[in-house]
């Protein structure tokens, strides 16, 4: 029942920024934490951001300074803004959350289907 869905994906020079946007949808009766990880051509998925329901955040060292992790909780929807982008940034950019979708049931992981940004030289 439920769904991520992610935008905002998109080819950009070096230098340059986007802003991408994952919501949440179905039955969900709390979110815990949403966040983003990208993964490259021949390389694993890793970990670019986090931000928790009470605004905790968490950054791969390869990012800070340039994105920025936030969330519109009542929207169930959590962005990323990219800014300074790298070459080295293109990746399929996958949203991740961790919710609950009924009450008193356990939390668990949900993924997006992955939105490509591609940053040119």
């Known amino acids: 029942q439920v769904q991520l869905v992610e935008s905002g994906g998109g080819l950009v020079q070096a230098g340059g920024s986007l802003r991408l946007s994952c919501a949440a949808t179905?039955?969900?009766?709390?979110?815990?934490?949403m966040g983003w990880y990208h993964q490259a051509p021949g390389k694993q998925r890793e970990l670019v951001a986090t931000?928790?329901?009470?605004?905790?955040?968490n950054y791969a060292d390869s990012v800070k300074g340039r994105f920025t992790v936030s969330r519109d909780n009542a929207q169930n929807t959590v962005y990323l803004q990219m800014n300074s982008l790298k070459p080295e940034d293109t990746a399929v950019y996958y949203c991740?959350?961790?919710?609950?979708?009924?009450?008193?049931?356990?939390?668990?992981?949900?993924w997006g289907q992955g939105t490509q940004v591609t940053v040119s030289s």
């Open positions: 991740n959350a961790d919710l609950q979708d009924r009450k008193y049931m356990p939390p668990l992981v949900y």
């Open positions: 179905g039955s969900i009766f709390s979110i815990r934490a």
């Open positions: 931000i928790s329901s009470d605004g905790n955040t």
